[in-house]
């Protein structure tokens, strides 16, 4: 699995507000690029992250985790990128331990008209090249709103991660700088739908909840951030693991 990401809304509010936004679990800022040609922009990340979460749950076996990627944005509101992880599933060798995770996207994203709101609706796949089948690759479809500093996604996926068939994440997001102190503050919280009995979970556990609060500082260019992110799942759910626990993490992001 992944982050998995809020790098739609992240995409969304670099075309609408022009500016840079850290992600707000383990994922690096996605930040518009120098203007190649008019209507065109690229740009790319870098990121080293002390446990690469993903809905609360670790996709690094709890340990460091290497990541980056690029995007392309096109006029008007169009956007194309891969986002690309160090993973480890430590599950030895029942079809999980590919140790790469690549996940290609693209969508559209504007404001509604003049107006403080904005629309952001795109696909995402989800690809474990070293895996030893293809049950772990899925695809997401996902649909957003923002207004202002506050973000509501959902998405769908047809058939999860592990085979788990029907799944559905519900997220919301909050950002704000913290008075003139430089720091910004980001708050997430995610509902996770599984259709399946437990799905990827090692339980029937049908649905959990995952949180985290990111506060985030830009430093010689460079954005470190500090991150608690948990889940309501027990060690049971995630195979006897700490996986799922709350936890701090620490990530460097540069934007290239």
Do not use: C
Request: hydrophobic residues 35%; glycine residues 12%; negative net charge.
């Amino acid at each position: 699995m992944l982050n998995k990401k809020l790098l739609p809304a992240a995409v969304t509010a670099a075309l609408l507000a022009g500016t840079s936004l850290a992600q707000a679990q383990d994922e690096p800022a996605i930040v518009t690029g120098d203007e190649l040609v008019s209507g065109f922009e690229i740009s790319g990340n870098v990121a080293l992250t002390t446990d690469y979460r993903f809905r609360g749950i670790s996709q690094s076996d709890e340990d460091f985790a290497v990541q980056g990627g690029f995007d392309a944005e096109f006029g008007p509101g169009f956007y194309l990128g891969m986002w690309g992880s160090s993973v480890d599933f430590d599950t030895n060798g029942d079809g999980y331990d590919g140790s790469l995770e690549l996940d290609y996207y693209g969508g559209w994203a504007s404001s509604i008209g003049d107006t403080d709101f904005g629309i952001d609706v795109g696909y995402i796949y989800y690809d474990y090249p070293g895996d030893n089948g293809d049950e772990g690759d899925y695809q997401e479809f996902y649909i957003g709103g923002s207004w202002r500093d506050l973000s509501l996604q959902v998405n769908y996926s047809d058939d999860y991660y592990a085979e788990t068939d029907e799944f559905w994440y519900v997220s919301g997001d909050y950002s704000f700088g913290l008075f003139d102190t430089g720091l910004t503050v980001d708050l997430h919280v995610g509902l996770n739908f599984l259709e399946e009995d437990g799905g990827f979970l090692a339980t029937d556990e049908d649905q959990y909840t995952d949180y985290s609060v990111a506060v985030t500082y830009n430093w010689a260019s460079v954005d470190w951030s500090l991150a608690y992110v948990g889940t309501d799942l027990d060690e049971e759910d995630v195979f006897d693991t700490d996986w799922a626990d709350d936890t701090v993490v620490f990530t460097i992001a540069k934007s290239l």
